[in-house]
């Protein structure tokens, strides 16, 4: 549908327990899957960059290219234009853009990026055409995207599943679709591509360390940022369960035999030539 705009409601928000996870992704841990294809001198467009972390690794790596980050927050792109900074990259520019209809000509990428954004749209369809279109010929759209109802943890938490059916309700009631790593291959094949590579990859959080920092930022997540005032606002939730989800959390954190696992799919589609 040639227009489309946003439909959907980012759910998580930008609040300070957001960014804490944001911050944290690195190429190397977000899109280990696409760095084999990268050259020095491709440009890339990167999709809901955030606070550019990925967006800042990836102008690293093509040195003699340059990189575009772009979100449909505003605010955040501050944040991503002082983390290029920090870094003294000179290969990055950041602008706002709508997914579901990208600001730029045909053939215009050598490779086009999103983590994490297909599960938070109106369309992902159209959103998977808007990055085939804006890209070259022979070259590729990557993209990942976590599963929520394939996350896994132990030991075992009704607070936790209560969690899990409250994200996965407030996701979407917000236009998304949670459980979106699964459907990427899917959503490609719609979208008219035809060289499709999918795969699947983990985030794993069993250290003391990580148990702490992965509960920590969900439990302040559950209580104080946007996904918070969705919950409620929609009546999906009421303070009192908030807290209980978010203490669960945090019971969860401290179990030394603690173990939760992220399953993301991912896909590198190849433009036809």
Partial sequence: MPGARESAVYTHG????VLRSHT???????????????KPHMRVLDIGCGPGTITADLAALVPDGHVTGVD??????EQARSTAAARGLTNIDFAVADVHALEYPDDTFCVVHAHQVLQHVGDPVQALR??????RPGGYV???DADYAAMTWYPASAGMDDWLDLYRTVARANGGEPDAGRRLKSWALE????DITATSATWTFGTADERAWWSGLWADRTQASAYAERATAGGHADAARLRAVSDAWREWGKREDGWFAVLHGEILCRKDA
Avoid at 14 to 17: G, L, V
Avoid at 130 to 135: D, G, I, L, P, S
Avoid at 191 to 194: D, P, Y
Wanted: a positive charge; hydrophobic letters at 45%; charged letters at 15%.
């Fill in 14 to 17: 930008h609040h300070e327990s």
């Fill in 24 to 38: 944290w992704r690195t190429a190397a841990n977000s899109a280990a899957y696409l760095l084999g294809s990268l």
């Fill in 72 to 77: 449909h927050a505003p605010g955040i792109l």
């Fill in 130 to 135: 808007e990055m085939r279109r804006v890209t």
């Fill in 142 to 144: 990557a993209v990942r």
């Fill in 191 to 194: 979208a008219g591509f035809t």
